[in-house]
């Protein structure tokens, strides 16, 4: 099942916070983020593991609450270069190898000068 | 470190013709490997992965279908594309549950 992002867009002004929520229905294994700018291919940001675990890198961070089945990204002191839309990825943690990426629909992040 | 390579970049192609999309990863042995379609403006819909050699799932039904002939290629075909086939077509791997996956270029494909 796919996971659900909100907001489905955001417009920031530069120097502004954002967050980006991933919720699923199903038990997860991990939560995948990525960062996809238009015409061109997604790129890997972070993952984060069960165990509710929380990652920074740089000024964006996320964190996994694995009981609620719900993931966070943070922007913090947006920067220009940060618009793009926003993808989050499920792994299952259903018995048995899962080797498959849910992706929800995304999140347009739009950062203004 | 690993490479992933996907051709052509853009294709156009007529209704009705055939298709074929490689992929190949190097630096790596037995990646998982799969297949995206993204719709202008959408999301990305899962349509193949492997997990090795001639092992291939399927996740939606349609008339496109996917080989891996070598450990670190990934073909995707069509005998005859439709319209609803157009669309952004991305090669991905990753080396196992729990670890990223990495996008290729991907392939612009528009039906005429």
């Known amino acids: 099942q796919q996971p659900v992002q909100s907001p489905q867009a955001v417009i920031l002004r530069e120097g502004e916070d954002a967050v980006i929520n991933c919720s699923s229905s199903k038990a997860l294994y991990s939560v995948h983020w990525y960062r996809q700018k238009h015409g061109e291919a997604p790129v890997f940001l972070m993952i984060?593991?069960?165990?509710?675990e929380q990652k920074g890198h740089d000024k964006i961070s996320a964190s996994f609450n694995e009981k609620k089945q719900q993931s966070s990204l943070y922007l913090t002191a947006s920067q220009l270069s940060y618009s793009g839309t926003y993808f989050c990825g499920t792994e299952s943690a259903s018995g048995g190898s899962n080797y498959k990426l849910t992706f929800g629909k995304g999140t347009l992040l739009t950062v203004n000068p | 470190s690993q490479t992933i390579h996907q051709w052509p970049a853009t294709l156009v192609q007529p209704v009705g013709s055939p298709l074929s999309l490689e992929c190949t990863v190097e630096?790596?042995?037995?990646?998982?490997l799969y297949w995206y379609r993204q719709a202008a403006g959408r999301g990305l819909q899962l349509l193949f992965y492997s997990v090795g050699i001639g092992q291939i799932s399927s996740e939606v039904p349609q008339n496109l279908s996917a080989s891996r002939p070598q450990d670190r290629q990934f073909i995707l075909s069509s005998k005859k594309l439709l319209l609803s086939d157009s669309g952004f077509y991305l090669c991905a791997w990753s080396k196992q549950i729990g670890q990223p996956q990495h996008f290729g270029d991907g392939t612009r494909l528009s039906i005429l």
């Open positions: 630096g790596t042995s037995n990646p998982n």
């Open positions: 984060l593991l069960k165990g509710g």
